[in-house]
Every structure is written in C-alpha cells, then in structure tokens.
C-alpha cells in the first residue's frame, strides 16, 4: 500500500520565516504602478546587473524620457545607450543585452510589447521570455511577478538562493533554474504574487546584511532556528 504523501514541511518552514522576516524588517510595499508595466520591468532587469535597484530604476525611467518609447530605444545607436547606462555597473554590457533583447522582441511581436503574456500560463510564458537574448529565470520570474501581471513566480537573486541553500530548502549547489523549480512546490499556497514579491524583497534583505556571501553573523540571525547551516555552526537555541 502507498501511503500518502504528507505536506512539505518546507511550507511551514517558509511561513514561519516570513513572519520572522516582517518582523525584523517590517512590510515592504509595492513598487509604484508606473514602474510595473511588464515591459518596464523588463529593462529595469536587463540593465541591472549588479546594479542597486534604485539606481536601475533611475536609468529605465531615464530611457524611456528620452526616447519616448521602447521601440525608439531598440533603434538607438549602441554606443549612445552605452552613454545612457553610464550608472550601471557594467554599461556595456547593460547596452547590448538591452538592445538585443529589445530588438528581438520587435522582430517576434511587432513592437517591445508583451500584452500577450497576460493569456499564457506562467511557466510557458517565463519560458518564452527566456528565449529572448539577456533573459534568464531571474528576470522572467521578475516580468510575471513584480510587474502588473502579478504571478505567483519567485524571483531569486544571488541573495535569496544563497539562503534558500544555506537554510537546507534547497540543494546546496543548486543554480538559479534549479531553485526555482525545487522552492516553487513548497511556496505557502495562500502567498498572493504581492507576497512573493515581499517574500523575495525580505530574504533579498536578509542576504545584504546577517546572512551576506562571506562569514554570515547566524548566532544573531533571524532565521537560525529553521536554518540547517545555521544550526550547525551555532547550535539550536
Ligand atoms: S542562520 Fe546563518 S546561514 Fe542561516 S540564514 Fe541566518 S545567517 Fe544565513
């Protein structure tokens, strides 16, 4: 006889940190609904690696003022836009990932315009915005999630999977794709898309100040309590 399979525990896990997050970092609330047009948020991906969000911002509102849409930045000369990104990390490349992404869209829609994803399935529409030069997971699972399509997709940056990793909630080395699909199952069902986007935002947090890339502080952490690694370096208390 099968015996059923219970919940995973994972949810609870997850819930119970995220209580843990708001208590220690407060409610995040929602970018403002100028910055949450899919196409928007695309860019603001595009351009910013390794780049501190307010700053991309910045810069994507910049583009847009400038050249008063999408399309128009498609069409502009790299080594203008190269100027443009100057705010980036690396501009560079932030101008050329931004152009071919765009100038694909353009070939395959007509216009940078991604009204059609609002009628697909979250997973094939993430894929489909993979296909797309400069687009990964991180960033599709950004356009579905904190854009106006609002979709329940985790986005993880280096931050949040290094947790996820540390904490035991995925493999250890599990790259991004890999953490997306392993964490999505056991993400509590009644989080909301706005609650993914916090869920994230807070662990993003959590990443930049106790749980950093090198010596995490986990004898004061939040999270030691549900944190495997944590755990195991300071003991449960
Ligand atoms: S207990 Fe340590 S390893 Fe775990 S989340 Fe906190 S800082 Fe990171």
């Known amino acids: 006889m099968q015996?059923?399979?219970?919940p995973d525990p994972r949810t609870e896990t997850l819930r119970r940190l995220q209580s843990l997050l708001i208590q220690r970092f407060g409610r995040i609330e929602r970018?403002?609904?100028?910055w949450r047009e899919p196409e928007w948020v695309l860019v603001q991906g595009v351009i910013g690696a390794r780049t501190k969000s307010e700053i991309s911002n910045a810069a994507t509102d910049r583009l847009l003022k400038?050249?008063?849409?999408?399309?128009?930045?498609?069409?502009?000369?790299l080594e203008e836009l190269q100027a443009e990104l100057a705010t980036q990390t690396y501009p560079n490349i932030a101008a050329g990932r931004l152009k071919g992404s765009l100038s694909a869209l353009?070939?395959?829609r007509g216009a940078v315009d991604l009204a059609h994803l609002a009628e697909m399935e979250t997973l094939p529409a993430m894929r489909w915005l993979e296909q797309l030069p400069g687009i990964g997971r991180k960033i599709a699972a950004g356009v579905m999630n904190a854009s106006t399509l609002d979709r329940r997709a985790i986005v993880l940056d280096?931050?949040?999977?290094?947790?996820?990793?540390?904490?035991?909630?995925?493999?250890?080395?599990?790259t991004t794709d890999r953490a997306f699909e392993a964490i999505m199952p056991a993400m509590p069902e009644e989080?909301?898309?706005?609650t993914f986007d916090e869920h994230h935002l807070l662990m993003k947090k959590l990443?930049?100040?106790?749980?950093?890339?090198?010596?995490?502080?986990?004898?004061t952490c939040l999270a030691l309590s549900l944190?495997?690694?944590?755990?195991?370096?300071?003991?449960n208390r």
């Open 227 to 235: 944190c495997k690694t944590g755990t195991e370096r300071v003991g």
């Open 207 to 219: 990443g930049q100040t106790w749980c950093r890339p090198a010596m995490p502080d986990c004898a």
């Open 191 to 194: 989080w909301d898309g706005a």
């Open 66 to 77: 400038r050249y008063g849409s999408w399309e128009e930045v498609a069409d502009a000369p």
């Open 3 to 6: 015996l059923p399979l219970g």
């Open 106 to 108: 353009v070939e395959r």
């Open 31 to 34: 970018a403002a609904a100028e």
């Open 158 to 174: 280096g931050h949040h999977t290094r947790i996820l990793q540390r904490m035991g909630l995925v493999p250890p080395k599990a």
